[in-house]
């Protein structure tokens, strides 16, 4: 029963973060949608490491994290000063 309960707080998460992202008037608030979306993202797998048992979401938790990250650093390089 609680891990419904979390599951459901996660996809209400995602689809918040989805519509600011989608919705948003400017540019940076669609990348801070996306940024969220992406953090709740490493926390849904870091909550199914725990429910299979299996380290290896772990692993992909943490390399999509520093990708998510190298990724908001790139936009937000671009939308400070352009390429």
Same mark, same amino acid.
């Given at each position: 029963?609680?891990?419904?309960?979390?599951?459901?707080?996660?996809?209400?998460?995602?689809?918040?973060?989805?519509?600011?992202?989608? &919705?948003?008037?400017?540019?940076?608030?669609? =990348?801070? *949608?996306?940024? @969220?979306?992406?953090?709740?993202?490493?926390? !849904?797998?870091?909550?199914?490491?725990?429910?299979?048992?299996?380290?290896?979401? &772990?692993?992909?938790?943490?390399?999509?994290? =520093?990708? *998510?990250?190298? @990724?908001?650093?790139?936009?937000?390089?671009? !939308?400070?000063?352009?390429?």
């Amino acid at each position: 029963m609680i891990w419904l309960v979390f599951f459901s707080f996660i996809a209400a998460g995602i689809a918040l973060s989805l519509a600011r992202a989608g &919705l948003g008037p400017t540019t940076p608030d669609r =990348v801070v *949608g996306v940024d @969220g979306t992406v953090t709740i993202t490493i926390a !849904l797998m870091v909550l199914l490491a725990s429910f299979f048992d299996r380290q290896i979401y &772990l692993d992909v938790a943490l390399v999509y994290a =520093v990708l *998510g990250f190298i @990724g908001v650093l790139a936009v937000a390089r671009y !939308l400070e000063r352009g390429v």
